[in-house]
């Protein structure tokens, strides 16, 4: 493993109890019965323990959504062609895609970063770390080269300290690939154990015969490939995505900086199972913005420990689960900071 990478992970420490109890007690002090607020609350002292502040701040938000192509989509796994992802790419520049408009709606910064497109892009607006023109079909050799997968890793980690250098308090991690369902299902099925068949669910639209040919490619590559399970990096890089290890890479930097970190789907869950399995630390610094429609989804977020802040039938990606959620940890953090203590507001505390 890189010297870099390694020092990263090994640099993570955990959120802070005491924060936690601190605004466990403060809370209760609060104008409402004690636990009444739900899940707003334990939203609020996971904030104040992963930020070690007593009166943390979310906003504003950054949003950064990796992109890259993949190899397997050779095998007729996608029910796209893979030029959609430079095609979305330059949507994303110029605005008009969902997680444009729900980063606008947020205030947060979005920014594009280009770790393995397999088309080119000249626009000053794309920020440009690739690794390669995607990666290797999985089915044949592996996705990536140990340095491939570094180098990727990282790309997300410095991507994500630029955004918080900016000033982001929370970040928002998303990602565009043709055919990213199939390595993030391969990844969820390793690390977790569950089947591949558990694992695959209907991606962007594929049929039914196309579902049952995706199961067998991934059975078929994952038998070929031989990942050590025990090894969450080595089954990185043998069937993930130059976006999904750009994805463990942010996650990384943002829990090193203790800035909290809302996880979209189902692709950028397989990038947090990654990151959670390198340093246990991991869990305590991630929100789950929605569980998407892909069976693997509730899976991995079920094996991380994170329970979905909204379930509003979603399968996009880009980001747009996590966006979406964001204003339920900026509810907790008001919740927190703004309502009257008892004793302030002159009300009897039973």
Do not use: W
């Not at 930097?253 to 950028?268: E, K, L, S, Y």
């Amino acid at each position: 493993m890189n010297k870099q990478l390694q020092e990263l992970i090994q640099s993570i420490e955990p959120v802070s109890e005491e924060k936690i109890s601190y605004t466990a007690r403060y809370l209760d002090t609060l104008t409402k019965p004690p636990g009444s607020l739900g899940r707003l609350e334990e939203i609020a002292k996971q904030l104040a323990g992963i930020t070690n502040q007593e009166a943390p701040q979310v906003f504003p938000a950054g949003v950064l959504v990796f992109a890259g192509d993949h190899g397997i989509v050779e095998e007729g796994v996608s029910a796209f062609p893979q030029e959609v992802t430079i095609q979305m790419i330059r949507n994303f520049l110029d605005g008009g895609a969902a997680i444009n408009v729900f980063a606008r709606q947020i205030s947060a910064e979005l920014q594009v970063v280009d770790v393995g497109a397999a088309g080119e892009i000249h626009d000053e607006r794309l920020v440009s770390r690739k690794i390669a023109a995607g990666t290797e079909n999985f089915l044949k050799r592996d996705a990536m080269t140990n340095e491939q997968m570094d180098a990727a890793v990282l790309a997300g980690a410095e991507s994500a300290e630029t955004m918080i250098a900016r000033g982001i308090k929370c970040l928002i991690v998303g990602e565009m690939g043709i055919g990213n369902t199939t390595p993030a299902s391969a990844l969820v099925s390793v690390l977790t154990g569950c089947s591949v068949v558990q694992a695959v669910g209907h991606g962007t639209g594929i049929t039914a015969e196309m579902k049952q040919h995706k199961r067998k490619v991934i059975e078929e590559a994952i038998s070929r490939r031989g990942p050590d399970q025990e090894n969450p990096l080595d089954v990185l890089k043998k069937l993930g995505g130059y976006e999904i290890a750009a994805i463990t890479g942010a996650i990384l930097a943002a829990a090193q900086a203790r800035i909290p970190v809302i996880v979209d789907g189902f692709i950028c869950t397989s990038g947090a199972l990654v990151a959670s399995r390198v340093n246990e630390h991991i869990t305590g610094y991630l929100f789950a913005g929605h569980v998407s429609q892909e069976p693997g989804h509730k899976i991995a977020l079920e094996d991380i420990g994170i329970a979905p802040l909204l379930d509003l039938g979603l399968k996009l990606g880009e980001g747009t689960g996590a966006a979406l959620s964001f204003p339920v940890l900026e509810a907790a953090v008001r919740m927190r900071n703004e309502m009257a203590t008892f004793d302030a507001a002159g009300v009897t505390n039973k």
